[in-house]
């Protein structure tokens, strides 16, 4: 996304402008240590980008900026739940609505928060009370934190993910590891499955990693750099590439988006996290960029 096509709608500080896209809030961070962009709807960061670096999170050229839709590409928060456990597949939350709750700034970068509660239309898909603060702290490092704080007056459990698309060169020139050998592969039935130290893409990647560590590391040979992941409050990892065929199908990727992107996921996928009145959980992921 070229953050110049934004039309300004009103001014935060000297880093954060409120914009919009295609009928859509954004907020605008240009920071001397990064440049970045978050769609209100969905409380979706859709670009990050390190000064002097080339961009770290992958958009695709066709994604559908629609109230309606989830964006493709950037981190879709998915919650409640993760993948198709119910309608819509990966939760609400990315459909939704985020209101501006804070936002800070200093030398080192920008600190954004977003806030998300229930409301008659999520209560519909989903019958509790609750708060989620979705918080993005911008700079040469990003750290983005969803916490989520039980507001009814009984238990309830819940699943999701932050689900990162990286900007890879050239996917067949790239690399993973750090994700540990144990998976469950979506591409076989969800059958389990043990690999190797490192995975190598040849084909379409759906994986559901579940005893990851941190960092895990995306060796983007052709970029000649390295994007380490670490995620918290999670119990799996996920990595994802469609490949060609299931690239080509889908209407908000162009025939060849494979090529240039991974997905690396903090996902809580095997133990729903149970919360009891007033408690809270935070799911987090931080992206750190090295140069070889």
């Known amino acids: 996304m070229d953050l110049r096509n934004l039309s300004t709608i009103s001014v935060l500080s000297d880093a954060i402008t409120v914009c919009e896209y295609q009928g859509l809030k954004v907020l605008r961070v240009s920071h001397p240590q990064a440049e970045a962009a978050i769609s209100l709807h969905g409380g979706h960061l859709i670009c990050y980008q390190p000064t002097d670096e080339q961009a770290v999170i992958w958009l695709s050229e066709k994604a559908e ?133 490192e995975l190598h893409f040849s084909g379409e990647t759906d994986r559901v990693y579940t005893s990851p560590k941190n960092p895990i590391t995306i060796h983007d040979r052709r970029h000649q750099r390295q994007v380490q992941v670490s995620n918290e409050g999670h119990d799996s990892a996920v990595i994802w590439n469609p490949w060609q065929a299931l690239s080509t199908s889908m209407t908000d990727m162009a025939d060849t988006s494979f090529e240039t992107m991974v997905c690396v996921e903090a996902a809580i996928h095997e133990f729903p996290v149970e919360l009891a009145p007033g408690q809270s959980h935070t799911l987090s992921t931080q992206v750190r960029v090295q140069r070889n």
């Open 65 to 197: 900026f629609d109230h309606q839709k989830a964006i493709r590409g950037g981190i879709p928060v998915c919650w409640p739940w993760f993948g198709k456990a119910a309608a819509p597949s990966h939760g609400f939350a990315r459909l939704s609505e985020w209101h501006l709750q804070e936002h800070r700034e200093n030398e080192t970068g920008v600190m954004i928060s977003l806030r998300l509660e229930d409301s008659d239309a999520t209560r519909t898909l989903w019958p509790h009370k609750f708060q989620n603060l979705l918080t993005f702290e911008i700079g040469r490092e990003l750290r983005v934190s969803l916490t989520t704080t039980n507001t009814d007056s009984h238990h309830w459990s819940y699943s999701g993910a932050l689900h990162t698309y990286f900007t890879v060169a050239d996917i067949r020139d790239t690399l993973i590891s750090g994700m540990g050998k144990h998976f469950l592969d979506s591409t076989q039935g969800n059958i389990a499955c043990e690999g190797e130290k």
